[in-house]
């Protein structure tokens, strides 16, 4: 079963509002990935996490916060965001860090409305 | 850093007819590419994928063939349903990179 479950399936929250974004995949996978994805346009890497240590941080601004407490959990913690940063956001995962071409496996994702 | 064209942006076809999307790389050194299919309001689902020592792989409908000489890479889709209506992506995976480099995508539309 390749399953990612993201949640919430929808958020909106305000300028000054402090909220996540969860994840969850029980696949055993030990890379997780954040992806940003704005309307008609393909994903984007935010952050990867290799064996629950971040490896690669697209320089994100730190208003989107991640964190891995866990190989199976995965959190994006948004805070002082901007009306630009209304998007869907992909939560991924694969069985080990792409440097060896394993395949990524997507969430439904969490659609964020800044207001 | 690697370069992922796609085409068409946006294709339609009459249910039953074949679709064909292509994808184009730059760096010769990639070698692992999957497609993704994302319907509306959806995450991107992978639907095939092939790997840089293998020339065309199939599943049921759906079969990827690859040129490394030529670097470029395609998408074929027969006896095309309504269910095939979505975004497909191509992508590309790098040596020694932990990112998927992404096409622009394509809208496929198949029309009844």
């Known amino acids: 079963d390749t399953e990612v479950t993201q949640t919430p399936k929808h958020l909106v929250m305000g300028m000054t509002n402090k909220k996540s974004l969860k994840c969850e995949q029980h696949?055993?996978?030990?890379?997780m990935y954040w992806y940003k994805q704005k309307a008609k346009k393909p994903p984007e890497l935010m952050f990867v996490?290799?064996?629950?240590?971040?490896?690669i941080n697209e320089s994100v601004p730190s208003r989107f916060s991640p964190e891995c407490p866990n190989s199976s959990l995965l959190n994006l913690h948004l805070h002082a965001l901007q009306p630009e940063d209304s998007a869907l956001y992909l939560c991924?995962?694969?069985?080990?860090?792409?440097?060896?071409?394993?395949?990524?496996?997507f969430g439904e994702g969490s659609w964020l409305t800044v207001v | 850093g690697e370069n992922v064209e796609q085409h068409p942006s946006t294709l339609s076809v009459q249910e039953g007819d074949s679709a064909v999307i292509k994808c184009t790389y730059s760096d010769s050194a990639s070698n692992y590419f999957p497609w993704y299919k994302q319907e509306l309001g959806k995450g991107p689902q992978l639907i095939i994928d092939?790997?840089?020592?293998?020339g065309e792989k199939k599943d049921q409908r759906i079969a990827v063939t690859l040129n490394k000489t030529a670097k470029h890479f395609s998408l074929h889709i027969t006896e095309t349903q309504p269910e095939d209506s979505a975004v497909y992506f191509c992508a590309v995976h790098p040596q020694g990179a932990q990112k998927l480099v992404f096409g622009q995508g394509t809208r496929l539309t198949i029309n009844p």
């Open positions: 696949m055993g996978h030990r890379a």
């Open positions: 996490y290799s064996y629950e240590k971040l490896s």
């Open positions: 991924a995962s694969s069985q080990l860090p792409t440097t060896a071409g394993n395949t990524i496996y």
């Open positions: 092939i790997r840089s020592n293998v």
